[in-house]
């Protein structure tokens, strides 16, 4: 499951200024494709239409052969993980945190996805950043360490779909480099949508759509885009 195809997508925010153009695309159950392209190209717009947080306004958006207007917003949701750019977590414990995916998770769950996300020594500590009072057992966390609870959140949510909106831009090279290996993990055998900046962070996707104002300039394997140069 989790096959998805953009039929002709158009959308716009406001009527008189088109944001998707007619966009086309399909990606096979279990396989990856990688958006790139310029800050205002309307990359988080198709992650959005398929969270179904908008509708289109023309053409349409489909999960494993079917419209996504046809099904719930909330089974859409449940159908697909997200690892945003900038986690925001909740005022409370990190095993709770990301329990979150899946609130009726085993005790035991919540740690394997922890351990798999390598964050497991922290899970009973409570993020630092919140007015309230954390006491010791309160814990600043860096970029990368938000990152990691909301991977092992989605690990536990484990749903068929997955979309990693610029998931290491914010994170030094280093720490990219640790992140990358856990979503390569959670990624294996989901379909997977990537979108990214830069073509040089989606090597191993196994489709590339550039996307320039609103329409796809491209399309390809990273070596296919290359050699085109
Ligand atoms: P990208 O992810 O490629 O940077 P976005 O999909 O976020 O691009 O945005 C595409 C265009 O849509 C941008 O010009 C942006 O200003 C505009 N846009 C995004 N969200 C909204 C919104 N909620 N209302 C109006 N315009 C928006
Ligand atoms: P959850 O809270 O289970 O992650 P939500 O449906 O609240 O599910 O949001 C899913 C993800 O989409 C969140 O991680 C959030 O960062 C992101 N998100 C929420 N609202 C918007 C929005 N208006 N535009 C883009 N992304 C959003």
Known sequence: AGQIVFKDVR??????????????FEVPAGKSVAIVGPSGAGKSTISRLLFR???????A????????????????????????????LFNDT????????????????????????QIHDFIENLPKG?????GERGLKLSGGEKQRVAIARTILKS????????????LDTHTEREIQSALDQVSKNRTTLVI??????????????????????ERGTHMELLDRG
């Open 130 to 134: 919140f007015d309230t009072e954390v």
């Open 159 to 170: 749903p068929p779909i997955l979309i990693l909106d610029e998931a290491t831009s914010a």
């Open 94 to 117: 990190i095993a709770y945190n990301i329990r979150y995916g899946r609130p009726g998770a085993s005790e035991e769950d919540v740690r394997e996805a922890a351990r798999m996300a």
């Open 11 to 24: 959308f716009h925010y406001d009527e008189d200024r088109p944001i998707l153009k007619g966009i086309d």
């Open 53 to 59: 947080f908008y509708d289109v306004t023309g053409g």
């Open 61 to 88: 958006v489909e999960i494993d052969g079917q419209d996504v207007r046809n099904v719930t917003q909330e089974s859409v949701r449940h159908a697909i993980g997200m690892v945003p750019q900038d986690t925001v």
């Open 196 to 217: 990214a900046h830069r073509l040089s962070t989606v090597v191993n996707a196994d489709q590339i759509i550039v996307l320039e104002a609103g329409e796809i300039a």
